[in-house]
């Protein structure tokens, strides 16, 4: 049935086509490279434009010549259809056509690019972050006293820094290759174990801009997501003086609370891997029970936009904590984050030895810690 066949096979492609068309239309659109927020990922925005215009212009070229040549050299009627055209090897004015125009179009684009690569090399001049990729979840420590010590405040998955300013981010990995990237403020930049990398950011105006790792990194490597919160000047020294209120503030909650239950449980269950500066530290590196040294440190919890590698909100859309999936997340993380907890990646599965009641308290706890976040207006 030749053509059945060439019928079904021509919708094989139709079909194609469409599925293509519509995965295009599954990205979240929050990772947008085309909407740069600034000058670094301009200057990256800029170059790609030039260049997908330039293949463009080509791309036209070279399809009018195969159309012209399809056209103008096909059989006609009468023509013999055994007889070959002339066989020429080589036509000098071709094959120097061919080849020059696209190394003159190479070494034009080298050119305009190489300035804006050594460029982002670059360190920010302004303040320095340290950004620690481990399986799956960013982490992100500050200097706010200046004494070179990055272990004043402590963040996972939102990284807050202030508009205007050449942020320096100096990328470390705990374990094996991430890449960090939020689009709309610079390009990918490889985390790599045992090195350190200097990456800038900046963005030209408040608001939240979304990033993922993208170095195929385990498991769950799809679920290390991160958020950069862009806050004004003024903002931004109220966020970091309320990280450091919270710090000081942080105490042991009142006996015979529900809270109080939940602290205990917290020293029974989540002390070996996670810290809370002010009240349980002792996990920090040391005996921790992962492959990568820590989980999230949850100082401040609750002044974050977002949990689990940035993959669940802290707060729903009308302001409200979001108690269901933190709860969920305690009870049953690998449920909702694959996880390796075997392997020492990613959190336990806890359904099994905390009970309801001990849930309640442990979210009771928890939801202490921190005030609400800092949000751009
Ligand atoms: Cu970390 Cu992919």
Known sequence: MP?????????????LGLVALAVTGCATGRLDATKPAGPNARDIDGLMRL?????????????????????????????????????????RKAELTWTLIPTALLIFLTVVTLPTVFALAEKG????????????????SYDTDGDGQFDDVVTANDLVIPVGE???????????????????LNGKK????????????????????????????????????????????????????????????ASVPAEGTPEAAGYDLFGTHCI???VID????????GNANLASGIAPNLTNLMSRTAFAGALFDTYQSDGSLNVAELREWVRNAPAMKPARADNRQGMLDFSEVLTAEDLDNLLAYLTTLGSAPVLPE
């Open 272 to 274: 070996s891997c996670h």
């Open 190 to 249: 490889d985390v790599v174990p045992g090195r350190v990398h200097d990456w800038r950011i900046s963005a030209d105006e408040p608001g939240i801009f979304y990033g993922e790792c993208v170095e195929f990194c385990g498991l769950s490597h799809a679920n290390m997501q991160m958020r950069t919160i862009v806050l004004e000047p003024d903002d931004f020294d109220r966020w970091v003086a309320e990280q450091e209120a919270q710090i000081e503030a």
């Open 3 to 15: 053509i059945c066949t060439g019928f079904s096979r021509r919708w094989r492609f139709v079909v």
């Open 278 to 285: 002010g009240v349980y530290e002792s996990a920090a590196g």
């Open 125 to 140: 001049d302004g303040r320095t972050i340290v950004v620690e990729g481990q399986q799956w979840w960013w982490q992100f």
């Open 166 to 184: 050449e942020v320096n981010l100096e990328l470390r990995s705990n374990d094996v290759i991430h890449s960090f990237w939020i689009p709309q």
């Open 51 to 91: 260049s997908g215009w330039m293949a463009v212009v080509v791309g036209i070229f070279v399809a009018a010549a195969v159309v012209t040549i399809i056209v103008k050299f096909r059989a006609k009627p009468g023509d013999d259809p055994d007889e070959l055209p002339p066989q020429i090897h080589g036509n």
